[in-house]
C-alpha cells in the first residue's frame, strides 16, 4: 500500500500545472563555444568580455565595424546570410546568436545548436535602448548578469560626460552619412541608433527625412544640397576609390557644405550595432566636432 500511495502521489504530482508554472532552466553554455553569426550579437557578446568562438563574414566586420576588433583566434564561419553550416556543425557550438529576420532559417540553424535571436529594435524607434535590453538578455542566458550591468553602469558614466564635452556643439545640426556608391549615398535620421544616442547628448540631427525601419535611407547625392548651415560626418568604409570620384564631380563641389568647408570624413562606425559602436560612435563625433 505504501509504494501505491507513492507512485499515485508522483503521478499526481507530474500532471499538476503548479509544477510547470515554474520555467525550466536552460542548460549551462560553454562560453568558450559561442558562434556568432550576425555583428550586433557579436558585438553584445564582445561586451560581456566573451570571445566567440565563431564569427560570419569577418572580413567585411573589419572594414564596417572594426571596433571592437576580433582576435586572430576567431573563426570566420561565413557569410551572414549564408554561412557554412557544415563548418559550423564541425564546431560543435554550445549556442548560435543571430538577428532576427535575418541570415538563413531558424530550423536549419536548432539542427546544429541552441540559438538565441536578438532584434535591432523593438518597434519603438529606439534601437539603443533595445541593445541594453538584449545585453541583459544575453547576459541572463550566458550566466554573466553581473557583467552586463558593470557594463551598462559605464556607458551611462561615458555618456553623461561626453554630454557635458559636447555641450558647446547643441544647436548646430550634425548631418551623419556614408557614401554608398558614386551617385549615393546613406543618411541617418529617425528610428536609428546614432538619432537615439544624439537625442542623448542633446545634439541636433539634420536630417529629417524618410527613413526605413532599422534608421537610415539611401538617396541621391543631389538631395545634399538642400542642406544647409549643416556639419557633415561621412563614415568611410573602404570606399576610397568611390570617395575620389564622387569629390571631382561638379554637383558634390556645389554642395552648400563642401563650398563652406563644413565637411569630414571619420572612421567607420557601425549603423546597426549596439553598445560599443554607440560609444565609438559618440567619440568618432566627439574628436571631428572638436577638430572642426
Same mark, same amino acid.
Given at each position: 500500500?505504501? !509504494? ?59 572594414? +564596417? ?11 570566420? $564561419? ?66 554573466? =548578469?553581473?557583467?552586463? !550591468? ?30 554608398? !556608391? ?13 538619432? =537615439? ?16 525601419? +532599422? ?14 548651415? $549643416?556639419?557633415?560626418?561621412? #563614415? ?9 570620384? $564622387?569629390?571631382?564631380?561638379?554637383? +558634390? ?16 562606425? +557601425? ?9 565609438? #560612435? ?7 566636432? =572638436?577638430?572642426?
Amino acid at each position: 500500500m505504501p !509504494d501505491l500511495l507513492r507512485r499515485r502521489l508522483m503521478m499526481a504530482m507530474a500532471l499538476s500545472p503548479l509544477l510547470h508554472s515554474f520555467p525550466l532552466r536552460a542548460a549551462p553554455v560553454d562560453l568558450q563555444r559561442i558562434i556568432a553569426l550576425e555583428w550586433l550579437p557579436t558585438e553584445l557578446l564582445l561586451a560581456l568580455g566573451v570571445t566567440p568562438l565563431g564569427v560570419a563574414d569577418m572580413h567585411n566586420y573589419n572594414i +564596417w565595424v572594426g571596433d571592437p576588433p576580433l582576435p586572430a583566434r576567431v573563426v570566420d $564561419v561565413g557569410l551572414r546570410t549564408e554561412p557554412n553550416l557544415e563548418l559550423m556543425t564541425q564546431m560543435r557550438p554550445s549556442l548560435i546568436l543571430c538577428s532576427n529576420g535575418y541570415g538563413p532559417p531558424k530550423e536549419k540553424l536548432t539542427r546544429i545548436a541552441p540559438i538565441m535571436g536578438f532584434d535591432l529594435n523593438s518597434g519603438d524607434g529606439k534601437p539603443f535602448t533595445t541593445a541594453r535590453l538584449s545585453l541583459q538578455e544575453l547576459g541572463k542566458r550566458l550566466g554573466r =548578469e553581473a557583467q552586463a !550591468d558593470q557594463h551598462l553602469a559605464w556607458v551611462d558614466n561615458q555618456l553623461a560626460a561626453a554630454r557635458q564635452r559636447l555641450a558647446a556643439y547643441r544647436g548646430r545640426p550634425i548631418l551623419l552619412m556614408s557614401l554608398l !556608391d558614386s551617385r549615393h549615398a546613406i543618411t541617418f535620421g529617425k528610428n536609428s541608433l546614432f538619432l =537615439e544616442v544624439m537625442n542623448m547628448l542633446g545634439l541636433e540631427n539634420a536630417w529629417q527625412g524618410e527613413t526605413n525601419f +532599422w534608421g537610415s535611407a539611401v538617396v541621391g547625392i543631389e538631395r545634399l544640397a538642400s542642406l544647409r548651415d $549643416v556639419e557633415v560626418i561621412c #563614415f568611410d568604409h573602404d570606399n576610397e576609390a568611390d570617395m575620389q570620384q $564622387v569629390m571631382r564631380s561638379p554637383l +558634390w563641389q556645389s554642395l552648400p557644405f563642401i563650398r563652406a568647408g563644413r565637411f569630414q570624413r571619420v572612421p567607420a562606425v +557601425w549603423y546597426y550595432g549596439a553598445t560599443l559602436s554607440a560609444l565609438h #560612435f559618440v567619440r568618432v563625433l566627439e574628436r571631428a566636432l =572638436e577638430t572642426h
